[in-house]
């Protein structure tokens, strides 16, 4: 079992920045990818970005240059750098990491852009 702990959700204005962070602990091996995604109200849970062990990275089109997922093998961390974020960034975010053929997801943490 690999457990998933979100943190640095808020609210925030638009054009604003925030930066999750999520941890694994537990039976950590073969961890890979580890990601996020997000939900918004009424819609489906959708990928935001996700990165390999080896550091490639994978963005949905409507964050790309705005939002960065960086991941410390050594800790089993994963983070999410979001700038520039809109309205419609609001949603709660969830941490994601593939072990084998398991997918886990974190408790999710909430980002509200408004003014």
């Known amino acids: 079992q690999v457990q998933l702990v979100e943190s640095g959700g808020g609210l925030v204005q638009p054009g604003g920045s925030l930066r999750l962070s999520c941890a694994a602990s537990?039976?950590?091996?073969?961890?890979?990818?580890m990601g996020w995604y997000r939900q918004a109200p009424g819609k489906q849970r959708e990928l935001v970005a996700t990165i390999t062990s080896g550091g490639n990275t994978n963005y949905a089109d409507s964050v790309k240059g705005r939002f960065t997922i960086t991941r410390d093998n050594a800790k089993n961390t994963v983070q999410l750098q979001m700038n520039s974020l809109k309205p419609e960034d609001t949603a709660v975010y969830y941490c994601y990491a593939k072990q084998i053929f398991t997918n886990y997801w974190g408790q999710g943490t909430r980002v509200t852009v408004s003014s």
């Open positions: 537990g039976s950590i091996f073969s961890i890979n990818p």
